[in-house]
């Protein structure tokens, strides 16, 4: 009973360890903020399509490639976007316009410039949409299904990223989860979040950018269980069995 009580009583954990957010119950961010819109990095994969009444307007402004027909390999009438991929100086190549300078930028602020550009070329004012292709997160360590998620609505935070990776295991460190960040000038950056502050929510890590890595750190209980080999599980198995098999025989032999 003893032995029951200590293990029962051991394995009662505190929440204070285990929950998000803690004391947030009248937490209330009274700064002003402006809602969260990824900017353009190197290496990013834009689609960018041109839109106007007449479509023979806009086809010279849209990067397009045609599509093959497999049967007798003629042009279909379909033809496919093709994406820009945004070099180390922020620089995409556009038809008609050139190269022109994306990098650090939003969706809306590109779409906005394309427009004023392209007032040279077209009467009527076209309609620009700028999506980016590979917006990407990864989550290590100890969650459920650590994994590269692709991010279709270009925006994600903390919270959300482990969601999609199924949450952290029990044996995760919530106060102790790296971030690392690789700049637009190429250099890295690692930032240790504490996901059981509530003052998380204010970070301005809270939200992630495309090609962030999350790793969640084990706790020591994970740790020293990782220390274990299979050798070593084969050896106390033995000698579990061994005990009992004693303890057996020296039951019968007392009868």
Not at 191 to 197: A, I, Q
Not at 216 to 243: C, D, F, M, R
Request: glycine residues 4%; neutral net charge; hydrophobic residues 40%.
């Amino acid at each position: 009973m003893l032995l029951f009580c200590s293990i029962l009583l051991s394995s009662c954990g505190s929440t204070r360890k285990i929950a998000y957010l803690q004391d947030a119950e009248h937490f209330q961010d009274t700064t002003s903020h402006v809602l969260y819109d990824a900017r353009i990095k190197p290496k990013d994969l834009l689609t960018i399509t041109v839109s106007t009444f007449d479509k023979d307007v806009a086809l010279p402004f849209n990067l397009v490639m045609p599509r093959m027909s497999n049967s007798d390999l003629s042009i279909n009438s379909t033809p496919t976007l093709q994406s820009y991929l945004v070099d180390n100086d922020g620089l995409i190549d556009f038809p008609v316009l050139g190269r022109i300078k994306v990098g650090g930028m939003t969706k809306r602020e590109v779409e906005t410039m394309l427009k004023e550009k392209l007032s040279a070329y077209i009467k009527e004012e076209p309609l620009v949409n700028v999506r980016m292709v590979n917006y990407k997160i990864t989550v290590l360590g100890e969650v459920s299904r650590p994994s590269t998620f692709t991010v279709a609505n270009e925006k994600i935070n903390v919270y959300e990223a482990l969601a999609m990776a199924g949450d952290m295991t029990i044996y995760g460190r919530r106060e102790n989860v790296k971030l690392v960040r690789e700049e637009e000038n190429g250099s890295k950056t690692v930032v240790v979040l504490d996901l059981t502050d509530r003052n998380l929510v204010s970070s301005p890590y809270f939200y992630l950018q495309q090609n962030d890595v999350l790793y969640v750190e084990p706790n020591k209980a994970k740790a020293k269980n990782s220390g274990y080999s299979t050798t070593t599980s084969l050896w106390l198995t033995a000698t579990s069995i061994l005990i009992s098999l004693t303890s057996l025989i020296v039951t019968i032999s007392r009868r």
